[in-house]
């Protein structure tokens, strides 16, 4: 099985835009999709097809974007750290961030009213969303520790740059690979003040709400506060007739989490905290 497993991995990322996801990641589909065919017993085009099939419906948000154009953009960024102009360049570079991008320093702006001015961020799924540290400064955050985790070794290695250069505007930062499904990994991370999770926990309840129960259940023992967030957009774009999640509503009030819901045009937040 071992044999046949890492043989699909090799197949798989021989497709580029799967190249850099998480092998970790990878395998877990693979696994799954093995125990739900359990006549496939050797390596086949079709069955190739359908674990990239399904990679891409879960993690497109990673797969998508102008990965070269913001690597250039790094470069820009080195010889002027804290350039507005630059950093909404490369936020422009991905999806999420790009749709957020006008509504950064309101929606910044009303998390930290809640939870005040944080010390320590952690932020998982984060894609490039570190990058928007520059709108946190211009609502008062003027030095931060910020740990960042995802699942793609390209996004890693770029906040890891990104990093670098932004210690002299007060961001002290660090990005590593994790797979959020991973409870135990969970429970390592360290100590902060507030957890963000853009738009992933669709990511994580494919099949049904208890990934995500149980890993808001971990992290709030590991933070102040958690802030969770769902896109309000159908996949064709338009807005949902439904933009509030009631199911995750009633979810908080059972584990007795508190909440409090703020809106942006397509997107829906939720601050946590026990």
Request: charged fraction near 30%.
């Amino acid at each position: 099985m071992e044999k046949l497993i890492n043989e699909f991995l090799i197949e798989i990322k021989k497709g580029k835009k799967y190249s850099t996801l998480s092998d970790e990641i990878i395998v877990e589909e693979i696994k799954e999709y093995l125990r739900k065919n359990n006549r496939v017993i050797k390596i086949d085009k079709q069955s190739v097809k359908e674990i990239r099939s399904k990679l891409h419906r879960l993690y497109s948000s990673y797969l998508r974007g102008k990965k070269n154009r913001r690597v250039k953009l790094l470069e820009e960024l080195k010889k002027s750290p804290g350039n507005v102009e630059i950093i909404e360049k490369i936020l422009s570079t991905a999806v999420s961030t790009k749709e957020r991008l006008q509504y950064y320093n309101e929606i910044y702006k009303e998390i930290f009213e809640i939870t005040g001015k944080p010390k320590t961020i952690i932020d998982l799924g984060a894609g490039i969303n570190p990058v928007s540290y520059i709108y946190m400064k211009e609502v008062g955050i003027n030095s931060l520790s910020y740990y960042s985790y995802d699942i793609d070794i390209s996004d890693i290695n770029f906040l890891n740059d990104y990093f670098q250069i932004m210690k002299t505007q007060g961001l002290n930062g660090k990005a590593q690979i994790l797979n959020v499904r991973n409870l135990e990994e969970i429970s390592n991370l360290p100590s902060s003040d507030i957890i963000f999770m853009f738009k992933l926990i669709d990511l994580i309840n494919t099949n049904n709400h208890k990934p995500g129960e149980e890993l808001i259940k971990n992290l709030s023992l590991k933070t102040k506060y958690i802030v969770v967030s769902f896109s309000t957009n159908t996949i064709s774009g338009k807005p949902m007739n439904l933009p509030r999640r009631k199911g995750f509503e009633l979810m908080l009030e059972r584990v007795n989490l508190k909440f409090k819901v703020l809106k942006i045009p397509g997107e829906v937040f939720y601050v946590i905290n026990r």
